[in-house]
């Protein structure tokens, strides 16, 4: 983790060779205006904080960027936007890309796990919102297996898996010893995936504990993209384990929500 100058020595710039052009970065909840408990940079208009203080956040991260965030209502789905010029706020999708200069591809999450990539030629940069539905998907298709689709060049053939050559950046998100979850989401990844079974540690009971970053990695590899980094699990990048610069709905329930963003300047 790289650190900026203050005010947002805080922050996240991945260290990964993404090609000239290409801007990255993670909010933590430092930098912002808002007061307890959403303190301070709250990005999220939906979780009770003052509307006046998240649109002065904003700014703040736009000031940053030099580009215009687009902010989506994440649904924990596996819908694909393409952000254009005329792209609003607030649609629908939980990830986006985009080809278009100055458009910031956005991600709110407070235990979720970011997810940005880009292609190595530089032409084209997406970020992904990948909870665990959104990470499942239906059959073995998530978002992730949409991301790669949407970086697929529009010919009649589709390429197959691997021939298109991404780059992969992983934010923090619950760390596998804060993530408990149920049989169902064991269920929900084995039914398509039997490898991912790994990626779960049994507890008493019908509980075990999830490591969300390695059934990220291992739904990447299994589309061939083999350059991934960040966030590999260990307790640094834990939302949960770090109160003073991670927001975490599941530590907190009244939580804020951090941001990562990429783009193409």
């Not at 930098?31 to 006046?52: I, K, M, R, W």
């Not at 084209?124 to 959104?134: D, E, I, K, L, Y």
């Not at 991934?228 to 927001?247: E, I, M, Q």
Request: net charge neutral; hydrophobic share 45%; proline share 6%.
């Amino acid at each position: 983790m790289q650190a900026l100058s203050p005010p947002l020595a805080d922050w996240l710039i991945p260290e990964w060779p993404a090609p000239a052009g290409v801007h990255a970065l993670c909010t933590t909840r430092q930098g912002g205006v808002s007061a307890a408990p959403y303190e301070s940079l709250n990005l999220g208009t939906h979780v009770g904080d003052d509307a006046g203080h998240v649109a002065s956040n904003r700014r703040v991260l736009q000031e940053r960027l030099g580009a215009r965030p687009v902010f989506l209502n994440q649904v924990h789905g596996t819908q694909m936007l393409e952000l254009k010029r005329d792209t609003l706020d607030g649609a629908s999708a939980d990830g986006a890309f985009t080809r278009a200069q100055g458009l910031a591809c956005t991600i709110m999450v407070a235990d979720c796990l970011p997810v940005l990539l880009c292609d190595t030629a530089g032409t084209q940069v997406a970020a992904v919102h990948a909870g665990w539905r959104g990470l499942a998907g239906v059959d073995g298709i998530g978002v992730l297996e949409r991301a790669y689709e949407a970086f697929m060049p529009l010919a009649p053939v589709k390429p197959a898996k691997g021939t298109i050559e991404l780059i992969a950046w992983l934010g923090p998100c619950i760390g596998p010893t804060a993530f408990e979850v149920g049989t169902e989401v064991v269920a929900a990844f084995t039914a398509s995936h039997v490898q991912a079974a790994e990626c779960f540690t049994p507890l008493n009971g019908d509980k075990c504990l999830a490591h969300l970053p390695a059934l990220a990695r291992q739904r990447l590899a299994a589309l061939g993209v083999s350059q991934v980094f960040g966030n590999d699990g260990s307790p640094a990048w834990c939302t949960v384990g770090n109160p003073l610069r991670f927001f975490s709905h599941r530590r907190d329930r009244v939580s804020g929500r951090q941001a990562a963003c990429i783009w193409l300047a």
